[in-house]
C-alpha cells in the first residue's frame, strides 16, 4: 500500500522545491568543507518542519506533508516493496 502521494528530495533544484504549496522559505547557507566554500539549502514548511539538503519532502495520502531523512526515506521504500 503507499502511502505518499508525491515525493521529492531536496538538492539545487530550488525551484521545484520552492513550488510546492507548503513551502514558506528558503535559506542559502554557506559553509567551508575541506577548504572550499559549500552550499546547503534550507527549506521552512508552513508548519514548521524544516528539509536540508538530501531529506525529502513528501504528501501523504490525507494531503500532510512530511520531511524525511534520506535513511527514513529509503526504510519506508523497503517496507513498501
Same mark, same amino acid.
Given at each position: 500500500? &503507499? =502511502?505518499?502521494?508525491?515525493?521529492?528530495?531536496?538538492?539545487?533544484?530550488?525551484?521545484?522545491?520552492?513550488?510546492?504549496?507548503?513551502?514558506? =522559505? %528558503?535559506?542559502?547557507?554557506?559553509? %567551508? $568543507?575541506?577548504? &572550499?566554500?559549500?552550499? @546547503?539549502? =534550507?527549506?521552512?514548511?508552513?508548519?514548521?518542519? #524544516?528539509?536540508?539538503?538530501?531529506?525529502?519532502?513528501? @504528501?501523504?495520502?490525507?494531503?500532510?506533508? $512530511?520531511?524525511?531523512?534520506?535513511?527514513?526515506? #529509503?526504510?519506508?521504500?523497503?517496507? #513498501?516493496?
Amino acid at each position: 500500500m &503507499k =502511502r505518499y502521494n508525491y515525493a521529492i528530495q531536496v538538492g539545487d533544484n530550488v525551484t521545484d522545491i520552492m513550488n510546492l504549496p507548503c513551502v514558506m =522559505r %528558503c535559506d542559502k547557507l554557506m559553509f %567551508c $568543507h575541506n577548504k &572550499k566554500n559549500a552550499v @546547503q539549502y =534550507r527549506y521552512l514548511l508552513d508548519d514548521g518542519q #524544516e528539509a536540508v539538503t538530501y531529506d525529502w519532502i513528501v @504528501q501523504d495520502v490525507s494531503g500532510k506533508w $512530511h520531511v524525511l531523512s534520506g535513511a527514513q526515506y #529509503e526504510k519506508l521504500n523497503e517496507m #513498501e516493496s
